[in-house]
C-alpha cells in the first residue's frame, strides 16, 4: 500500500508562474490536509478537506487554492507564486477529521 | 493567540533518557499529539494523549496535564537513529492541530 504520494519530490519556479502540487491517498480517508513548514515555525494549515466535496481554509490560505472532488485527490493551486512561497509543503490525511495524521513525503519549493 | 512551546535543540547520550517538554496555551484542547520528523522527511506518528497521565509504548513514553497545560515526551535507552525533530501538536476545540516548531535531538555516541 502506497499510503499518500506527493507529486513533484521538488521543483523551482519561477515567481508569477502557476504551480499544482498533487496529493493522493489510498487509505480511503476522509479527511485531508496541505502544510508548510518552513525553518523555525511549526507546521502551518493552509488548507483542508473534511469530504470529498468540501474545503476549509486553514491558518495560511492566501494565495493558495484547493479542490476535493474524490476522496483520494487533494491538489493544491499556487495561482501566481511569489518567492514567501519557497517552502517544503506536506499533504496528510487521517480517516475523521478528529483522528490521526499521516503525511506525504513532502514537495520543496523553491520559487526565485 | 495559540502557542506551543518547545526546546530548540537538545543533546543527549546514546543509552541515556531524554525527556521533551511541551507547553501549550490553545483555545481549546481535545487532544495532544507527539510526531518524529527525520530531516528531509515526513513527520510520523508517535502518541496520542487525551487524558491527564502517562502513555507508554515501548522506549517512548508520553506525559500529560492538561490543567498545566503541558506535556512531555520521554525516550529511553536512546539510539543513534532516534536522533531527529520532535514535534509536539494540540488539537484546538475546532478540531485543527496547533504544532510547536520541534525539538532537534542530536545524540552522542
Known amino acids: 500500500t502506497a499510503g499518500i504520494t506527493q507529486a513533484p519530490t521538488s521543483q523551482i519556479l519561477a515567481a508569477g508562474r502557476s504551480m499544482t502540487l498533487r496529493c493522493t491517498q489510498d487509505?480511503?480517508?476522509?479527511?485531508m490536509y496541505w502544510y508548510r513548514q518552513d525553518l523555525g515555525l511549526g507546521l502551518r494549515l493552509i488548507h483542508y478537506?473534511?469530504?470529498?466535496?468540501?474545503?476549509g481554509k486553514g491558518e495560511v490560505p492566501d494565495g493558495y487554492s484547493v479542490s476535493r472532488a474524490n476522496t483520494d485527490d487533494f491538489p493544491l493551486t499556487l495561482a501566481s507564486a511569489v518567492p514567501s512561497q519557497t517552502s517544503v509543503y506536506f499533504c496528510?490525511?487521517?480517516?475523521?477529521?478528529?483522528?490521526?495524521?499521516?503525511f506525504g513525503p513532502g514537495t520543496r519549493l523553491t520559487v526565485l | 493567540g495559540q502557542n506551543i512551546d518547545q526546546p530548540t535543540e537538545m543533546t543527549a547520550t546514546e543509552g541515556a533518557i531524554v525527556q521533551i517538554n511541551c507547553t501549550y496555551q490553545t483555545s481549546g484542547f481535545n487532544g495532544l499529539f507527539w510526531y518524529q520528523q527525520h530531516a528531509g522527511e515526513a513527520p510520523t506518528f508517535l502518541s496520542y494523549?487525551?487524558l491527564d497521565g502517562l502513555e507508554e509504548k515501548g522506549r517512548f513514553s508520553s506525559f500529560l496535564s492538561r490543567s498545566k497545560g503541558y506535556s512531555y515526551l520521554l525516550l529511553k535507552e536512546l539510539q543513534m537513529k532516534d536522533s531527529a525533530s520532535y514535534l509536539c501538536a494540540v488539537e484546538d476545540s475546532n478540531y485543527q492541530l496547533i504544532w510547536g516548531a520541534g525539538t532537534k535531538l542530536i545524540i552522542k555516541p
Open positions: 496528510a490525511s487521517s480517516l475523521a477529521g478528529t483522528d490521526t495524521q499521516y
Open positions: 487509505m480511503r480517508h476522509n479527511a
Open positions: 494523549n487525551v
Open positions: 478537506s473534511n469530504t470529498a466535496g468540501t474545503t
